[in-house]
């Protein structure tokens, strides 16, 4: 099924099931009914087999979901085992978080490089990479071909850094800005997802009332 | 409308409304249609008169909306006019990021304590507070009544934090690990945002292919 056809709500649970899953197969769980897997993750049982059945559905009547075939098929409907170079841009506390925490390889990246604008920065390993200069970055995405990047520099440098990376070819990115990618740039087929940790924060406000 | 009326995807989108409002207030503009609105946001315009409907609509046939009357009423609903005192647990990358980029008094929070276990961070200053030692923490939730958390500590030591802090009485997380709060503590009634740095990249990936 191609991806235009699925729902983005959907493709927002996925991400979810193969925590799940990957979970209940670290407990040495094999098989689960919709039924349990509804009550672990907070979703109704039918949204389970509806969303599962949109990728074709992996349960069999009666003897629930084979885990470790769901998670692989997740995995390959994701898109995780083929591996894309990311570059991150913007070494201060969120890129250091993201560049320490985040497995970029369990999730079809690969982080490949790191770059910054401060002197202090510079030459300092971050998650087993030595951060590159700011100036290098154009350099090093032409002549290594990169598609997609993290950026998580200030508001302020955001639009000129963002702009200067989609001439030079990258399409994919993960945006740590309040700059919007997708509305300054129309005319391109970008893939970006946003990280609003304020929007989060005030849904939790929301939620609190 | 009480919040359990309205779907958990229209409350998501209003943070995102409340952001576009306010950046549009910033340009000097006062007055926007729906149909403007949706080519900014990224929305159809029929979404847009229906989401804004769900808590009574705020536009004018004819003259579109009034963004000034709009950022306030979107305001009240989320709740952000009153403030929730929030402590944070956990001064590593990510909560020094949060610390100091996040502008928690305009989403209806105050940032009022930071706690770690690292000697080599208590005392340090993150967005103007004294890091304290995490020894502090339940003595100073109990004292001081409080009833939100951020929680940055390592997936390791989630369990232990967040349990102890229900036990004293906190409700609210603004979850950063990996821990399933809710589904911990079905028993309580706890309001949860949980955010899944690694669920965001593996949707980026799935949006790349």
């Known amino acids: 099924m191609a991806k235009k056809d699925v729902a983005l709500p959907v493709i927002r649970r996925l991400p979810r099931y193969y925590r799940f899953v990957s979970a209940l197969l670290a407990e040495g769980i094999e098989r689960i009914s919709s039924k349990e897997l509804s009550l672990r993750m907070g979703l109704t049982a039918s949204q389970i087999r ?63 490089a790191i770059f910054d604008n401060s002197e202090d920065v510079v030459g300092k390993e971050i998650g087993g990479l030595s951060v590159k200069s700011a100036d290098e970055l154009n350099d090093y995405c032409s002549q290594n071909g990169i598609e997609a990047a993290v950026v998580c520099v200030p508001d302020s440098s955001a639009k000129e850094v963002v702009d200067s990376l989609v001439s030079l070819g990258v399409k994919i990115f993960w945006n740590f800005t309040g700059y919007d990618i997708l509305f300054n740039h129309k005319d391109m087929e970008l893939s970006v997802e946003n990280v609003h940790l304020n929007d989060s924060l005030m849904t939790l406000r929301y939620l609190a009332n």
Not at 64 to 71: T, V
């Open 50 to 112: 509806q969303d599962l059945n949109c990728f074709g559905g992996f349960g069999q009547q009666g003897y629930g979901y084979n885990l470790k075939g769901l998670k692989d098929e997740i995995g390959k409907i994701l898109g995780i085992d083929k591996k894309i170079k990311m570059v991150l841009v913007g070494a201060g506390n969120i890129g250091r978080a993201l560049g320490t925490r985040v497995d970029f390889n369990s999730v079809g990246f690969e982080l490949v």
